[in-house]
C-alpha cells in the first residue's frame, strides 16, 4: 500500500475517508499509511471486484481482510474514487461502512 503511494500519487495528492476533511501531500498519505499497517498484523487485498474507468476518473471496489495482531480477522469493502492527472492519482475518496473499522 505504501508503495502505490509513492509509485502513483503526485506530491500534491489527496485522500479523504468518507466526509472526514482530505489529508494532502505524499508524504502525508505515507505517514498516515505507514501507521494504519503498523496497527495490524496482515492485510490480504481480494481481487478486484469492479473497476470503472471514465478519462482521468476511476472507481474501484476493493475488498481487504485485515489481521489484527490478536487474530482476529476484519473485512474492509470500499469504494475508492480515483482523479488521475496523466500517470498520477490527484484525488482519491474512499467511501465505507466506518463500524468495520472498529
Avoid: C
Amino acid at each position: 500500500h505504501v508503495g502505490a503511494i509513492e509509485t502513483f500519487y503526485a506530491e500534491d495528492a489527496s485522500m479523504q475517508e468518507n466526509l472526514s476533511p482530505p489529508r494532502v501531500g505524499k508524504a502525508v498519505l505515507i505517514a498516515h499509511e505507514t501507521a494504519a499497517l503498523a496497527r495490524v498484523a496482515s492485510v490480504h487485498t481480494h481481487k478486484v471486484e469492479t473497476l470503472l474507468v471514465d478519462g482521468d476518473h476511476v472507481a474501484i471496489h476493493w475488498i481487504f481482510d485485515f489481521t489484527l495482531p490478536d487474530g482476529s480477522t476484519r473485512r474492509f469493502d470500499e469504494v475508492a474514487l480515483q482523479t488521475w492527472r496523466g500517470e498520477e492519482i490527484l484525488r482519491e475518496r474512499f467511501f465505507y461502512d466506518p463500524s468495520t473499522t472498529r
